[in-house]
């Protein structure tokens, strides 16, 4: 017997941006077995939260954080971030000077692996990362190991690029890129 899954209206999906009071949401998170797989490096206590986010909601980041939201209810974390502004980042992964990063995870086990990661991504990319003039195309890089975020991603519309390690990253990177034409939003 398989789970069926439910049908996602894609009009009811919105982000906003991270603010303080989402801290103990994103402490639980990241400290679920779905989402603690793949971030194996983030916050697991509160300090460490409040250290990697706060400044990121306090002060102008490079990387800007936002909760995903189906029907107004948190569903996840995606952040958004140009790749030239992260020199040794943008070296080891040598891609396009106007591309953007994003990396996400779907929060509420209610949305996770039920299909709505793809619609999320792509209203992301649309409203968010593509209203950005200045970007052209933009990346992600999941483990290389992480089967169903590639495929989700892929779905998405992102399609394989290259395999690559990060130093500092625990394993390689199956970098995935996507274009302003790829999305329509030329």
């Not at 303080?20 to 797989?37: C, G, I, S, Y």
């Not at 409040?50 to 107004?72: F, H, N, Q």
């Not at 996770?112 to 950005?132: K, Q, S, T, Y």
């Amino acid at each position: 017997m398989t789970e069926e899954r439910p049908t996602w209206d894609a009009a009811l999906i919105g982000f906003r941006p991270l603010e303080r009071a989402d801290f103990p949401l994103m402490l639980r998170w990241h400290n679920t077995p779905h989402v603690r797989e793949w971030w194996q490096l983030d916050p697991r206590t509160a300090e460490e939260v409040e250290a990697k986010y706060g400044p990121r909601v306090d002060l102008p980041s490079l990387t800007r954080g936002y909760i995903m939201l189906y029907d107004g209810q948190p569903a996840g974390f995606i952040q958004e971030y140009l790749i030239r502004d992260y020199p040794e980042y943008a070296s080891a992964i040598q891609v396009d000077d106007d591309a953007a990063g994003v990396d996400l995870f779907i929060g509420e086990e209610a949305y996770w692996r039920r299909g709505v990661g793809p619609l999320l991504l792509r209203a992301f990319l649309r409203d968010v990362v593509f209203a950005r003039a200045e970007v052209g195309s933009c990346v992600i890089g999941p483990a290389a190991s992480n089967h169903s975020a590639i495929r989700a991603y892929e779905k998405a519309g992102f399609r394989y690029l290259k395999t690559i390690q990060v130093p500092g990253e625990p394993e390689p990177e199956a970098l995935l890129r996507l274009t302003r034409a790829d999305l329509g939003e030329e």
